[in-house]
């Protein structure tokens, strides 16, 4: 098994679902969490570690001592999803006015980085098979956000998104290429730096990044940070053990790799293979699960769910092997009944407005959590 960890970004919010800012009193109170920009949101992240029913208690265990910060700091919760779902996009609300690359952030970006997610960190030491998991993990990171689409409404009003959130979102720098190998990805993050199109390391907001202590040069772990916020822990560890189980996968296949499994022509494979996964990113941010996208194996259509279901069979064997096929199940139940996005969508075709949407997925959600904590993490109990 691979190590596995989460940076987990959410929206402090009242009971009514209008969302404030916190952070700056959450991270003054409480270890373990840090601000984002805009101080609406704020971010904890769990350790890696290799065992799911263990990531599950780090995944729970600051959210329920935030949960009871908030009610006590005056009744304030938790909103699930990954946009400013009820209003509040007309201006930033900075947590740090004197950090200079929040102030660049602002001018640059404005509240299109104002989002919840959930980036996925998976270890892997060698860095030319890092840089492999990251072609392969780009190519199919499309699913991943079908999977998690929890962003429908912005405003108070839908969007025509699933994910608002990837489909606002400012990719940066604009163009990232297929990393070829780990010295490809050193030279070009140099030349983004010198060239000003990247400020600083951390600024490569694509779908996924290799990550490490000292980036470009020492990487130990695939970060996939498509998803959006995935407010229930067992479906986020289902979509992690799909994740994990196809890199496992690609590891003992080392032939798996989109430049040289892909039936597109050579000459043009490695930009053919970009502008496909950019119209399959287009396509599931609009769509999730129903998107039709296009295979990059031989750029024929597919349907994102079966396209998920197709992988689930590949690495089933593989997952059961090593002892957390268990953790895979849930994927069924999202394949079956619809991601966050869709449930909220069919709620309000049914008569719902966006704000009793909300209400419920909030009561819903704290619901979940502490049921979570109470059958299965007896010790996070207060």
């Not at 907001?205 to 822990?233: H, K, T």
């Not at 597109?264 to 970009?274: E, F, T, V, Y």
Request: charged share 20%; net charge neutral; proline share 6%.
């Amino acid at each position: 098994m691979l190590s596995k960890g989460f940076e987990v970004e959410m929206y402090t919010s009242t009971p009514e679902g209008d969302i404030v800012g916190l952070s700056d009193k959450i991270v003054a109170s409480l270890d373990g969490f840090v601000r984002e920009p805009d101080s609406r949101n704020v971010e904890y992240t769990t350790p890696p570690c290799y065992r799911y029913e263990r990531l599950l208690c780090d995944l729970l265990r600051p959210r329920i001592r935030l949960r009871k910060y908030l009610t006590d700091l005056g009744g304030y919760t938790l909103i699930p999803g990954s946009t400013l779902a009820l209003g509040g996009s007309d201006r930033f609300h900075r947590s740090d006015p004197e950090n200079p690359y929040h102030t660049y952030i602002e001018q640059t970006y404005g509240t299109r980085v104002v989002t919840a997610s959930v980036h996925i960190n998976i270890g892997i030491s060698d860095p030319e098979m890092l840089l492999q998991a990251c072609r392969l993990v780009r190519v199919e990171a499309p699913l991943f956000l079908a999977l998690s689409a929890s962003s429908p409404f912005l405003d108070g009003k839908v969007t025509g998104y699933h994910s608002t959130r990837w489909g606002l979102f400012p990719k940066t720098p604009t163009h990232v290429p297929l990393f070829e190998s780990h010295a490809h990805f050193i030279h070009w993050t140099e030349q983004q730096l010198a060239a000003g199109t990247m400020q600083n390391v951390r600024h490569l907001w694509a779908s996924v990044r290799p990550n490490g202590d000292r980036r470009p040069y020492n990487l130990n772990r695939l970060e996939l940070r498509i998803c959006d916020l995935i407010s229930d822990p067992v479906s986020l560890l289902a979509i992690t053990a799909l994740l994990e189980a196809r890199l496992i996968q690609m590891l003992e296949n080392p032939d798996l790799d989109p430049l040289k499994m892909s039936q597109l022509p050579a000459a043009s494979r490695a930009q053919d293979l970009l502008t496909l996964t950019d119209a399959n990113e287009i396509a599931a941010s609009r769509l999730s699960l129903d998107a039709e996208l296009k295979h990059w194996k031989d750029g024929g259509p597919i349907q994102a769910r079966a396209w998920v279901e197709q992988i689930y069979q590949e690495v089933w064997g593989i997952a059961k092997k090593q002892g957390f096929s268990c953790f895979l199940l849930p994927l069924k139940k999202i394949l079956r009944e619809g991601n966050e996005a869709q449930k909220w969508l069919t709620l309000h075709q049914q008569g719902t407005d966006v704000r009793q949407v909300m209400q419920q997925a909030i009561l819903a959600t704290a619901a979940q959590e502490f049921a979570l904590r109470d059958s299965l993490c007896q010790p996070l109990v207060a």
